[in-house]
């Protein structure tokens, strides 16, 4: 069954903001790192962004550092992508893992949502 949910994608202009969200209802959401990862069909998944349990770390690929914040909210199980500066290149599904083994590979993790588009365009 479905345990994360993605939402907040959509067509933007390059240059344009958007934040996606994730709930979660892993059991080990407040324990364990996330991640945001990114696939755009005929490619390899990509990679996006990572926060600890408690947020005190975060880690980017090079492509979102300086445009993306990542954050959680363990209250709420919320898992959060800001995205500000979006380029076409920045296009792709979206997706969210729990507890991603490694951190930037996600080989193993507690759960993935189903993905929530992002269209950058002009």
């Known amino acids: 069954q479905v345990q994360l949910e993605e939402s907040g994608g959509g067509l933007v202009q390059p240059g344009g903001s958007l934040t996606l969200s994730c709930v979660s209802s892993t059991r080990t959401f407040g324990s364990a790192s996330m991640a945001w990862f990114r696939q755009v069909p005929g490619k390899e998944r990509e990679f996006v962004a990572a926060?600890?349990?408690?947020?005190?770390?975060?880690w980017y690929d090079d492509s979102a550092k300086g445009r993306f914040t990542i954050s959680r909210d363990n209250t709420k199980k919320m898992l959060y992508l800001q995205m500000k500066s979006l380029k076409p290149e920045d296009t792709g599904i979206y997706y969210c893992?729990?507890?991603?083994?490694?951190?930037?590979?996600?080989?193993?993790?507690?759960?993935w949502g189903q993905g929530t588009q992002v269209t950058v365009s002009s």
């Open positions: 893992a729990a507890n991603p083994q490694p951190l930037r590979v996600a080989t193993t993790t507690d759960g």
């Open positions: 926060i600890s349990w408690n947020g005190d770390s975060r």
